[in-house]
């Protein structure tokens, strides 16, 4: 089967192969990964490699601190204006979709939120040009989100914001093709769609941010005291550190982020290729700003949709419907996805729309 979910969505299986061989005895030591302390020298191994191998696969410097933190994206919604506005107000966002908009109704909880540029208007199926962004020289950073996973719209390029650090929800996209981390102040990820279990949250920081909480920010929440800590302030999610680490090293074994930006952009390329030449699917997003990883489509025919996603079933071709807010399919196409999952579906939705379209 192949499952095509936004998340939490399909993990490598030689990874969960490995994870079940180690379930019951990690490498001799008489216990599961599940029951070890996190203060045990063999956690510290595991957890420190994770963090290792994340920093060789993403090209991370040590002027960033790496969070493995809990409570997934959303937590990072106000951990982020709470860390980042120090004497400041004033943060900006740009609005491209339902992940935007979240990250921004949070903020505006702590900070005078200014939002810089939406495409509401065009439905969020495009970015906003970025020479009409409407963004402040004295904001404490500049927000957005690099892949919109629902309305599947990702940016082809990194914005500039001068000396506003850049914070970018990465969930979506992480480690789906090469980026050049030195220009983001901020960067998280909810981990459950190209790094492992939900829950996890991956939270890479530059270090000069750091220690401008404000005073009630949340403990748990204060990145100073969590990297301070080195992410065990309190115990951490263990088990789901050790996946993200087993990811990360298949992750480097598959030829690490250029080859999976090669992969990810032939697999999307290929899907999207069928749609436009099929008159039975549509995509709406700008052809510029499609997402490689979460493509969104419809049937020409919406009472066909029960019955397409029946057939996908049955072919073990899981999880294609669209989120409830947008109706429709979605085929999430992350890095463990592999090429053979895009062509079984293409074959199908080929043959439905010949049989039903
Ligand atoms: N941001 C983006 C882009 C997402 O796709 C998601 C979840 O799917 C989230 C944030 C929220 O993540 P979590 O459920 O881990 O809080």
Same mark, same amino acid.
């Given at each position: 089967?192949?499952?095509?979910?936004?998340?939490?969505?399909?993990?490598?299986?030689?990874?969960?192969?490995?994870?079940?061989?180690?379930?019951?005895?990690?490498?001799?030591?008489?216990?599961?990964?599940?029951?070890?302390?996190?203060?045990?020298?063999?956690?510290?191994?595991?957890?420190?490699?994770?963090?290792?191998? !994340?920093?060789?696969?993403?090209?991370?410097?040590?002027?960033?601190? $790496?969070? &493995?933190?809990?409570?997934?994206?959303?937590?990072?919604?106000?951990?982020?204006?709470?860390?980042?506005?120090?004497?400041?107000?004033?943060?900006?966002?740009?609005?491209?979709?339902?992940?935007?908009?979240?990250?921004?109704?949070?903020?505006?909880?702590?900070?005078?939120?200014?939002?810089? *540029?939406?495409?509401?208007?065009?439905?969020?199926?495009? $970015?906003?040009?970025?020479?009409?962004?409407?963004?402040?020289?004295?904001?404490?950073?500049?927000?957005?989100?690099?892949?919109?996973?629902?309305?599947?719209?990702?940016?082809? &390029?990194?914005?500039?914001?001068?000396? $506003?650090?850049?914070?970018?929800?990465?969930?979506?996209?992480?480690?789906?093709?090469?980026?050049?981390?030195?220009?983001?102040?901020?960067?998280?990820?909810? *981990?459950?769609?190209?790094?492992?279990?939900?829950?996890?949250?991956?939270?890479?920081? %530059?270090?000069?941010?750091?220690?401008?909480?404000?005073?009630?920010?949340?403990?748990?929440?204060?990145?100073?005291?969590? *990297?301070?800590?080195?992410?065990?302030?309190?115990?951490?999610?263990?088990?789901?550190?050790? !996946?993200?680490?087993?990811? &990360?090293?298949?992750?480097?074994?598959?030829?690490?982020?250029?080859?999976?930006?090669?992969?990810?952009?032939?697999?999307?390329?290929?899907?999207?290729?069928?749609?436009?030449?099929?008159?039975?699917?549509?995509?709406? $997003?700008?052809?510029?700003?499609?997402?490689?990883?979460?493509?969104?489509?419809?049937?020409?025919?919406?009472?066909?949709?029960?019955?397409? !996603?029946?057939?996908?079933?049955?072919?073990?071709?899981?999880?294609?419907?669209?989120?409830?807010?947008?109706?429709?399919? %979605?085929?999430?196409?992350?890095?463990?996805?592999?090429? *053979?999952?895009?062509?079984?579906?293409?074959?199908?939705?080929?043959?439905?729309?010949?049989?039903?379209?």
């Amino acid at each position: 089967a192949f499952n095509f979910c936004a998340g939490p969505a399909t993990l490598p299986e030689a990874v969960l192969k490995q994870a079940q061989d180690e379930m019951l005895d990690w490498r001799g030591s008489g216990m599961s990964v599940m029951e070890m302390s996190h203060r045990s020298e063999a956690f510290i191994e595991i957890a420190e490699t994770a963090e290792q191998d !994340l920093r060789e696969l993403a090209g991370i410097s040590d002027d960033y601190a $790496v969070l &493995f933190m809990q409570g997934g994206a959303s937590s990072q919604f106000s951990a982020i204006p709470l860390n980042l506005l120090g004497d400041r107000t004033g943060a900006d966002y740009i609005n491209t979709g339902i992940w935007s908009k979240k990250a921004i109704a949070e903020a505006a909880r702590y900070a005078d939120v200014n939002v810089a *540029a939406s495409s509401s208007d065009q439905g969020f199926s495009t $970015v906003p040009d970025p020479s009409t962004w409407n963004t402040r020289a004295d904001a404490a950073y500049l927000h957005y989100t690099p892949n919109e996973t629902i309305g599947g719209v990702e940016y082809d &390029f990194i914005p500039e914001c001068g000396d $506003v650090p850049l914070v970018a929800d990465l969930s979506s996209t992480i480690l789906s093709r090469p980026l050049d981390v030195s220009r983001f102040g901020l960067i998280y990820a909810g *981990a459950q769609k190209n790094i492992g279990p939900s829950g996890l949250v991956v939270i890479i920081v %530059r270090k000069d941010l750091l220690g401008k909480a404000r005073p009630e920010t949340p403990t748990m929440l204060n990145y100073q005291v969590i *990297a301070d800590n080195g992410s065990m302030y309190n115990t951490p999610a263990t088990y789901s550190w050790y !996946l993200a680490g087993l990811v &990360f090293k298949w992750l480097k074994e598959q030829g690490g982020v250029a080859a999976m930006g090669e992969l990810n952009e032939r697999k999307a390329r290929k899907l999207y290729d069928f749609i436009d030449a099929n008159e039975f699917y549509a995509n709406p $997003v700008d052809p510029r700003y499609r997402s490689w990883m979460n493509v969104p489509f419809t049937l020409a025919d919406e009472a066909l949709n029960a019955d397409f !996603l029946k057939g996908a079933d049955e072919r073990g071709l899981l999880n294609l419907k669209g989120h409830r807010s947008v109706g429709g399919m %979605r085929a999430s196409l992350y890095n463990a996805m592999p090429e *053979a999952g895009v062509d079984a579906l293409i074959d199908y939705m080929a043959s439905f729309a010949r049989e039903r379209g």
